[in-house]
């Protein structure tokens, strides 16, 4: 009997921090729209000496994707929670943040300010769902900041990767 108790808690144990650390597609997902809001951001601060307009436009993208945002933040969290559920992983949430916005302090490479605009342009013209902001990363072309692998498994390649985060937000 007590076999079988001992096999039934090793099953129900959740997976340690070392499997909880990697990316799944849901969290990568996620990376990509909190790059993407992030450059949009640094941008919008940028620019707006040669695009005063910018900061506003930047500001409606905000306040119209104001919940997808919300969202894709609290699956951030997650991300960190997961791996440990401790001040320390949560410090490590900010730490990804600070390294994120520090990634675009100095600009994005190969776009202008005039390209950063038709982005911002991007996001205003889909619908305020964490779906489409997604979408607009993956065409803008964001690489997402990740401190860790990507979780192995069906959905592992960047395409797939989207895809299955789509599929399981319905």
Request: with cysteine; hydrophobic share 45%.
């Amino acid at each position: 009997m007590k076999k079988i108790i001992l096999a039934m808690l090793a099953i129900a144990v959740p997976a340690g921090p070392a499997q909880a650390a990697c990316w799944s597609a849901e969290h990568i997902s996620a990376a990509k729209v909190r790059d993407l809001d992030t450059m949009l951001m640094v941008s919008a601060l940028r620019c707006r000496r040669t695009d005063v307009s910018m900061m506003d436009a930047y500001n409606r993208f905000v306040v119209q994707d104001r919940k997808a945002l919300v969202k894709v933040n609290d699956t951030l969290r997650d991300h960190y929670r997961d791996a440990g559920n401790s001040k320390a992983q949560m410090g490590a949430y900010d730490t990804y943040v600070t390294k994120v916005a520090n990634r675009y302090g100095a600009g994005s490479e190969g776009l202008s300010c005039a390209e950063m605009r038709s982005i911002v342009d991007a996001t205003a013209a889909e619908a305020p769902q964490v779906e489409a902001l997604i979408a607009v990363a993956e065409r803008a072309g964001i690489r997402p900041l990740l401190d860790g692998p990507a979780c192995e498994g069906p959905f592992s390649t960047p395409a797939m990767t989207t895809a299955a985060a789509v599929i399981g937000r319905r």
